[in-house]
Nanobody
Framework: QVQLVESGGGLVQAGGSLRLSCAASGRIFSSAAMGWFRQAPGKEREFVAAITWSGGSTYYSDLVKGRFTVSRDNAKNTVYLQMNSLKPEDTAVYYC???????????????????WGQGTQVTVSS
């Protein structure tokens, strides 16, 4: 069983930065691709970023490309999402998710991921 715990959310002014962390339990973390998703009130959950198990490939939503950076430290069982130049429209609950390869599909799809964290709130004020 893999457990994911996000942290680092909070309130920030537009233009500011936050770094989210997602700590994973379980030794299989290093084998898992990891993704970040977000869900704003009244909206569907949407893809933000993903990183392969080795960190060799990363993927981003067009909405965050150039502003957000996903990275991971397998020695610490942790994946990060550095968010810069934040905008009010980035306000959402951010979730990390783990993909152990059980489901086919694209990293951009929430259906590919097997495990989810509880989420952390990010609020960007204008």
């Amino acid at each position: 069983q893999v457990q994911l715990v996000e942290s680092g959310g909070g309130l920030v002014q537009a233009g500011g930065s936050l770094r989210l962390s997602c700590a994973a339990s379980g030794r299989i973390f290093s084998s898992a691709a990891m993704g970040w998703f977000r869900q704003a009130p009244g909206k569907e959950r949407e893809f933000v970023a993903a990183i392969t198990w080795s960190g060799g490939s990363t993927y981003y939503s067009d909405l965050v490309k150039g502003r957000f950076t996903v990275s991971r430290d397998n020695a610490k069982n942790t994946v990060y999402l550095q968010m810069n130049s934040l905008k009010p429209e980035d306000t959402a609950v951010y979730y990390c998710a783990g993909d152990l390869g059980y489901n086919s599909g694209s990293y951009y799809s929430s259906q590919k991921y097997d495990y989810w964290g509880q989420g952390t709130q990010v609020t960007v004020s204008s």
